[in-house]
């Protein structure tokens, strides 16, 4: 497990409801993916292997299209071979340099 993505959709157009319901469908589905993940405002935090994560956006990304006629997509990635556990480990450095812990 070397990658840790940032995945964000936004729904730019949508048939009923809010974005938020279209949003909350695709965060239930990286819940049951199994992977370590972590919600934020601006997305969502997903590690793992590249091609179980590559997986797991395809049927995010199919969520969506039944809901929306057109969203936009932003997918950033860090590879360090042999990295696990970067989601809290990469913040615990952080707030070890600080001296006290940060919200998230």
Aim: glycine fraction near 8%; hydrophobic fraction near 35%; charge should be negative.
């Amino acid at each position: 497990m070397a990658y840790t993505v940032n995945y964000s959709v936004i729904p730019l157009t949508h048939s009923g409801g809010h974005v938020g319901d279209v949003v909350a469908q695709v965060v239930e589905r990286v819940e049951k993916s199994g992977l370590e993940y972590r919600l934020t405002a601006m997305g969502t935090q997903i590690e793992g292997d590249l091609d179980q994560i590559f997986d797991l956006i395809k049927e995010c990304e199919r969520l969506v299209e039944k809901d929306s006629e057109r969203f936009y997509t932003v997918l950033t990635m860090d590879y360090q071979e042999g990295e696990k556990g970067a989601l809290t480990d990469k913040v615990r450095s952080v707030e070890n340099r600080l001296g006290h812990e940060v919200k998230h």
